[in-house]
């Protein structure tokens, strides 16, 4: 379990704009002379792509979740040891687009495995590294997938029924996890919600570091 530093992570529904804001994010504290890492899930070192590649290739539509949900945990505990565990240990401030939230609400939600499981799968991968503060940036699953655009990959592609059940189990996380996980409404300016994220960390910095 790292001592130092800090986790934050972002969360959503398709087309909710994080990783947009996570980067705004990351600009400013980088201005303000925090040592941040900046990375994504699944992905963020070179196995960990290459794992992403094949869960978001659309030509695997018979995947099974359970083989999906262990992939997003193979990549996360790749990451996990080769890149936010240590960044962690220098005292950096971490930010991740996307971490085990989103397996809970992918594959546990919407994909129907078992939330306990997913979990206890998810102590191993991150070695119970666990966010301190979690932006669940949200937004209607319908006017987040027009967002995506036409392209889509293997996930983005699937029904509005799964898309809608991933929101509600993100709001429910959220419900249960409200001093960690922050719901910033998505639809609003730009400006606006990212003033609203930064209230937020600069909040949580000044209490913790
Ligand atoms: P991204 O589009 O936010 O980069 O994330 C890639 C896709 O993977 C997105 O559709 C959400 C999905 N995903 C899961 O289904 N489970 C997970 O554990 C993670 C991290 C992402």
């Known amino acids: 379990m790292a001592k130092q530093g800090l986790f934050i992570t972002f969360e959503g529904p398709e087309g909710s704009g994080k990783t947009t804001h996570s980067k705004l994010l990351v600009e400013f504290l980088r201005e303000n002379g ?42 996360r505990a790749q990451i996990i040891n080769e890149k936010i565990l240590p960044a962690l240990k220098k005292g950096h401030i971490v930010i991740c ?7 809970v609400a992918y594959q546990g939600y919407a994909g129907g495995l078992d939330v306990g499981i997913i979990k206890n799968i998810g102590k191993l991968a991150t070695k119970g590294v666990w966010p301190a503060l979690t932006f669940l ?3 209607d699953a319908g006017k987040g997938l027009l ?3 036409r392209d889509k990959d293997r996930i983005e592609k699937r029904s509005l029924a799964y898309h809608n ?14 001093r960690r ?9 730009i400006t606006e919600t990212q003033e609203k994220i930064r209230e937020a960390m600069l909040k949580y910095i000044n209490f913790k570091i």
């Open 165 to 178: 059940k991933v929101r509600k189990g993100y709001l429910s996380i959220a419900r249960k996890d409200s």
């Open 34 to 75: 925090y040592k941040v890492l900046h990375t994504r899930e699944p992905g963020g070192t070179s196995i960990s792509e290459k794992i992403r590649k094949i869960l978001l290739d659309p030509e695997n539509k018979d995947m099974d979740v359970v083989c999906e949900m262990l992939l997003y945990m193979a990549a």
């Open 147 to 149: 967002r995506a655009g």
């Open 97 to 103: 687009d996307r971490f085990i939230d989103a397996t």
């Open 137 to 139: 940036l949200d937004i």
């Open 181 to 189: 996980v922050k719901i910033i409404t998505a639809l609003g300016d």
